[in-house]
């Protein structure tokens, strides 16, 4: 399993994001289309916990520009 998949499992929002940070272009683009194939398959909640990252960021005002194109890039990966 991916480690950004492990590391949502875990549901916290901070290390997901140190995670993702530490993470080069290549990486992250990795990790998201893995997690698009996974939703794919059934296993949809990955997915959603990645999405309801993405609306923390946004509503707690974190990081608004990098949660951005995590989920522009999750809509072209997908």
Known sequence: MMMMM??????????????LKSMGPSAIEL????????AAD????LIINFIDFLTYLFSSKREVDLASSYLGLLLKVS
């Open 6 to 19: 492990m590391m949502m499992m875990m549901n916290t929002d901070d290390v997901v994001l140190q995670s």
């Open 42 to 45: 059934a296993d949809a909640d």
């Open 31 to 38: 990790e998201l289309s893995l997690l698009s194939s996974t």
